[in-house]
């Protein structure tokens, strides 16, 4: 069973940066992707950014240059630094893993944690 264990979200001001993880068990990560995904009150769930199996990484054009994610395979954990965050950056960030290997065909969802970015 695969679960997720999200962490360091919280309330920051415009321009400050945060760091979130997300710790998998039940599956090691090197055939598989990762991605961050986040949702807004009052909008759909949307993609921030993922990582896959070879290291290679893509981003939301919202968020390019300013949040990067990285894993960790020995600790299979995925990280998303997030610097000179925007009001609009608010919401809740779930990781998601795929279904299936060399795949993007997410269905595995965190549990979300809160980013909240105001003065």
């Known amino acids: 069973q695969l679960q997720f264990v999200e962490s360091g979200g919280g309330w920051v001001q415009p321009g400050e940066s945060l760091r979130l993880s997300c710790a998998a068990s039940?599956?090691?990560?090197?055939?598989?992707?990762m991605g961050w995904f986040r949702q807004a009150p009052g909008k759909e769930r949307e993609f921030v950014a993922r990582?896959?199996?070879?290291?290679?990484?893509y981003y939301a054009d919202s968020v390019k240059g300013r949040f990067t994610i990285s894993g960790d395979n020995a600790k299979n954990t995925v990280f998303l630094q997030m610097n000179n965050l925007k009001p609009e950056d608010t919401a809740v960030y779930y990781c998601a893993a795929p279904r299936s290997t060399y795949q993007y065909d997410y269905g595995f969802w965190g549990q979300g944690t809160q980013v909240t970015v105001s003065s």
């Open positions: 990582i896959n199996w070879g290291g290679s990484t």
């Open positions: 039940g599956r090691t990560f090197d055939r598989y992707a």
